[in-house]
């Protein structure tokens, strides 16, 4: 068992020798929050699963989420090892039972373990893996904020890279959804010089294809929050946790997904299209972290305040 993935509330386990479905591999997916019991993680892991399947996955359409099975697994060494230390008050070395099970999501695994993929580049809103023929790349992005609602006055996506202090993030990730009659999407914005040199032509012109097409993963992403934000309550109006409604749950949610785009030069559809995409990461998120998302938007006003340019990278650079 080794540990693929791993981020605030969710690790992804891969499972020896579990080839399920042709060539296609499988992870785990265990949430790390902290739980009292196995029984509150289970209902959890059911609730959140139900949540995904009933609200997001129609949202979305079902070619864009990957793929989700709610799965029960007994609790075995190699598990308890890893999940130990995240389930402390329910996972030790003598409370389980041996008939206990934990439940989990098995998803596709979007960069299978088998092409060995490099990787070319690396922030934190893109990593990009490209495998040793050159014939598979994968882009795995984190989007955040695609729609930046008209009050806020400000770039959110280049304001918060800032106040993150991530000087190495030079494109604006909002830009790539920009209406064409206003701006040029230009995906080589997103990439470094020497990586560049190392992806193929036809890959990106592929992917530019894919940019300045409609009907792309990011535009899906930014029409949906902005017909969110246009009617859901907006953060500042929050003021205890039954105040968070499902839109403005699903809003945050749908603003902080990652987003694998992968491109096959060997496995194309009928239309010679290269590109799939899948979002991950559309789990609920704690009703009470109002209080952060609010604290958040305050500083992020603030800082944007402080800075002289229009608080856009793109902007900025000229
Ligand atoms: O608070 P933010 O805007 O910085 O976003 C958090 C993310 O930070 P990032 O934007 O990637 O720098 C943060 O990402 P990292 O763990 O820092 O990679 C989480 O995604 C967090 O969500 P959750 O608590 O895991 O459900 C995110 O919290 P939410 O605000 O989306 O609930
Ligand atoms: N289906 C997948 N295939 C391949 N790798 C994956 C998959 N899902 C997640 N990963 C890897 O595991 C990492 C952590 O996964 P995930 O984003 O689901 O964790 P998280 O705790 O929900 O993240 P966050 O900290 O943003 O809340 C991802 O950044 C990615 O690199």
Known sequence: ME??????ANILIRFPNEN????????????IRPFQSLESYNSYTMTNHEFIKR??????????VCSLELVSLPICDDLKRILGPYCKSFITKNMIPASDS??????LNLKPSRLSMDILQEDHQLKVYVDATGDKIVLEVKPKWL?????LGFCRNCVHNSFKKRENIKYCMASMVKARTHHQVNIMDLFHENTVKC???????DLNNYFQNDDNVLKRLYYLQRNLSDKTVSIEKINSDDDVTT???ILMILRDVTVFISWDKQDGDTDGNHISSHIIDLDLKPRSKWKHWQET?????KQSNNNNNNNCILHSNV
């Open 3 to 8: 540990i693929i993935g791993k981020g605030n």
């Open 20 to 31: 399920d479905d042709k060539n296609d591999e499988y992870l785990y997916r265990f949430c």
């Open 55 to 64: 609200e997001l996955v129609p949202l979305l359409g079902e070619e864009y």
């Open 102 to 107: 934990i439940m989990g999501l098995k998803v």
């Open 147 to 151: 729609y930046n609602p008209d009050t």
């Open 199 to 205: 992806l193929p032509e036809i890959f990106i012109d």
């Open 247 to 249: 839109g403005l749950m």
């Open 297 to 301: 938007e305050r500083l992020l006003s």
